[in-house]
T-cell receptor
Framework: EAGVTQFPSHSVIEKGQTVTLRCDPI?????LYWYRRVMGKEIKFLLH????????ESGMPNNRFLAERTGGTYSTLKVQPAELEDSGVYFC?????????????FGQGTRLTVV | DAKTTQPPSMDCAEGRAANLPCNHS???????VYWYRQIHSQGPQYIIH???NNETNEMASLIITEDRKSSTLILPHATLRDTAVYYC?????????????FGTGTRLTIIP
């Protein structure tokens, strides 16, 4: 069974450009999460989808970040326009809905560098 | 969610048991203790979780004190591949709010 996959694995863009990160959760997982680690900081929660609905987006840093999950399958996280402080590693995770206290499966992350 | 306190780093000899402590003195009755680890440049990996009873799986054992204010993750026979940052996370984990709050974790280094 395929795990959580993220694309691209690395992205280098210039300040002001737009980047879109993609996450494919494990098949059948209704919960999808985005996290990120910026340089020297802890891994921080960004948002949580249940199917196609945003359950919790309290961690989204500002309105330059837009997450979508059309159809409740894969998700995209768009950063527009990118700023230098957006550099870091973005992780996606998924888990099964309807089961309390299940584990979250993480992808390998997308390393974003804004120059 | 309750906060956790972990030592910043630990060393352990290869083949020995690695015991990683975690304090969570403000844990509430419905909060679980989770352990994840992050091996260099990979995504976090689930290890084990528990509520109040000790737990064991193929990766590790989790010992939770009776008052639930602290716990210990035990890797019974550490290998070089266990070198990673280990995160102790306390969360309610109820449906619809299962976000994980990562702290700074413990950097475990397995010494050959």
């Amino acid at each position: 069974e395929a795990g959580v996959t993220q694309f691209p694995s690395h992205s280098v863009i210039e300040k002001g450009q737009t980047v879109t990160l993609r996450c494919d959760p494990i098949s059948g997982h209704d919960n999808l999460y985005w996290y990120r680690r910026v340089m020297g900081k802890e891994i921080k929660f960004l948002l949580h989808f249940v199917k196609e609905s945003k359950q919790d987006e309290s961690g989204m840093p500002n309105n330059r970040f837009l997450a979508e999950r059309t159809g409740g399958t894969y998700s995209t996280l768009k950063v527009q326009p990118a700023e230098l402080e957006d550099s870091g590693v973005y992780f996606c995770a998924s888990s099964q809905e309807g089961q309390r206290n299940t584990e979250a499966f993480f992808g390998q992350g997308t390393r974003l560098t804004v120059v | 969610d309750a906060k956790t306190t972990q030592p910043p780093s630990m060393d352990c000899a290869e083949g020995r048991a690695a015991n990683l402590p975690c304090n969570h003195s403000t844990i509430s009755g419905n909060e679980y203790v989770y352990w994840y680890r992050q091996i260099h440049s990979q995504g976090p990996q689930y290890i084990i979780h528990g509520l109040k009873n000790n737990e064991t799986n193929e990766m590790a054992s989790l010992i939770i004190t009776e008052d639930r204010k602290s716990s210990t993750l035990i890797l019974p026979h550490a290998t070089l591949r266990d070198t990673a940052v280990y995160y102790c996370i306390v969360t309610e984990g109820w449906w619809g709010n299962e976000k994980l709050t990562f702290g700074t974790g413990t950097r475990l280094t397995i010494i050959p």
